[in-house]
């Protein structure tokens, strides 16, 4: 392709051949574009060239390329399109992580690790974006991306994903990409999905003639892979590795914006509490029984005072709240003090009061709780503050010995979880949609006695 330099002098840009899918995936018109399947189709090299090519063709076109990390956007991405790209023709500037092209194109190499990024990119305006290896993004920040996608000028909007089965985002990608299960029914019909708007290119390896031929063992590699992982990266099955445990859980249905709560529904907390983290979940009960969870706090590293300090902290001075539930484990004796860690929680202003510890009854509680209800919705909603449990419902996996329990790795993914089912165990969230008589406080605290454990507990602790 010829492009105009400074000084109008014309240079020739080779950006290369590209192969028949990877044509594909450059040609498409949707907004939403996803290329993906197996490992080593040309998914990232598709990313470059088209994002390249844009830069030179559209005159001021804004793009985004985004990766969770910049060490991956560095050699992925930044070092390959430098080398593609002429320096007649765009300069690079390393602070900004930005090229700017001489008819006014910029590619931003963004990196998103979470939400402290999401203040990062607001207010901000690109005309395309690229999001390599979506499935390491939730749904959650797809669309918070996808929100930057605007700009009064001619260029069309679009998104481009590309995606191997697995991770984090291998739900919702699959959903709207794979399954096309679109959702088509919300009371303000701008918020329906719409499947026009998403196509799906599926990549093998042996499309990729170049890796093939250079690389012939890469696909013996992957086919030397344990089986599902095989299935998965070899063949790009998006059923291979599709173990989550809460298939039911869809962050466009359950996760809803945050709005005031009455001072009248009852409120609750939930945590689960280890040296290596405290998860603490807060929860508000409308009066038909359907439940929000309102409030997250996940903390590393905090002895018991401090944990109960933190909870106090995030639990506002009018807040008045219920029950705290708590994990069995908290009524164990410490073998030097003698005192019980819910002992301790109490005496720092955080009372509590026994979850149930079976697992299996306790995920079946969950499950329940995440059913649609007669009116369509779920009893358990979720607002969209509560990032990382949502991030953690969509990742935990079922176990692969134990298809009923949970998979208790990734370690990190399960204190949240593990919260979420002791409310869900301990508290009855109505499924039936049936309007139920609010209780009054007075029957919630004989509730509470009812709940406590008292032969391991001394008597002080049930005076609460
Ligand atoms: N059209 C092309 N021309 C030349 N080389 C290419 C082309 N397409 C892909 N390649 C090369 O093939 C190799 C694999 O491609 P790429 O990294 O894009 O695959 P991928 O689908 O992103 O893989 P993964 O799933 O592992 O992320 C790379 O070395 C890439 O440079
Ligand atoms: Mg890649």
Known sequence: MKRKAIKGNSIDVDLGQLTVKQKLFCLSRALYTAYGGARGGGKTHAVRWKAAAGALRYDGIRILIVRRTYPELQSNHIEPILRLVPPELASYNGT?????FVNGSVIKFGHYSGNSSETEYQGQEYDWIFMD????????EFRFLGSLLRGVNKI???????CNPGGVGHRWVKRLFINRSFITDRANPEENENPN???FIPATVEDNTYLMEASPAYVQMLSSLPE?????HRYGDWDALAGTYFPEFNAARHVIKPFQIPAHWMRYRAFDYGLDMLACLWFAQDESGRTYMYRELKLPNRIVSDAAKMILSYTLSDERIGITFA???MWNRQKDSGKTMAELFMTSGVPIVRADS???QGWLQVKEALALRQDGRPALLFFSTCTETVRDLEAILADDSNPNDCATEPHEVTHTVDALRYY??????????????????DDELDDYDAFMTGDEVMRGYLEY
């Not at 900004?96 to 700017?100: A, E, F, G, K, P």
């Not at 069309?156 to 590309?162: G, I, S």
């Open 228 to 232: 599902n992982i095989r299935r998965a």
């Open 327 to 329: 994990p069995p484990d």
């Open 358 to 360: 079976n697992r299996v």
């Open 424 to 441: 869900c165990v301990s508290r009855t969230v109505r499924t039936d949609g049936a309007a139920e008589k609010p209780k009054n406080r």
């Open 156 to 162: 069309p909007k679009r998104f481009y994903l590309t």
């Open 197 to 199: 708007d998403y196509s």
């Open 133 to 140: 290896e979506a499935t390491q993004f939730t749904e959650r």
């Open 96 to 100: 900004l992580h930005t090229m700017t």
